[in-house]
Nanobody, 122 residues
Framework: QLVESGGGLVQPGGSVSLSCTAT????????MGWFRQAPGKEREFVAAISWSGLNKSYGGSVKGRSTISRNNAKDTVFLQMNSLTFEDTAVYYC?????????????????WGQGTQVTVSS
């Protein structure tokens, strides 16, 4: 199970910190990622991080202003996003893929959280 937290209302130009804690995966290795979906739009890749944390990738729309990180001891992944715009408004989903195979493709992830809403508004 994946549980996201940290969403909410943010002003344009502001920042948001999201976290996602995985339960039932202690002792296992897995890739984690963030995706988002805005109303009327398709799901979009945001960021992914390998088990070791050495491999990271970002979607084009967030690259340069976002940072993904993880704490394996706490089975938690974090997403820091800065310089938010109205276009960042979406439900943000955490995802996990068992094993060490690194991927940033949504179809490769086997577990998904319920999502947390991020709304950028003045």
């Amino acid at each position: 199970q994946l549980v996201e937290s940290g969403g909410g209302l943010v002003q344009p130009g502001g920042s948001v910190s999201l976290s996602c804690t995985a339960t039932g995966r202690t002792g296992s290795s897995y890739v984690m990622g963030w995706f988002r979906q805005a109303p009327g739009k398709e799901r979009e890749f945001v960021a992914a991080i390998s088990w070791s944390g050495l491999n990271k990738s970002y979607g084009g729309s967030v690259k340069g202003r976002s940072t993904i990180s993880r704490n394996n001891a706490k089975d938690t992944v974090f997403l820091q996003m800065n310089s938010l715009t109205f276009e960042d408004t979406a439900v943000y989903y955490c995802a996990a893929r068992s094993g060490l195979y690194y991927t940033d493709q949504a179809g490769d992830f086997d577990s998904w959280g319920q999502g947390t809403q991020v709304t950028v508004s003045s």
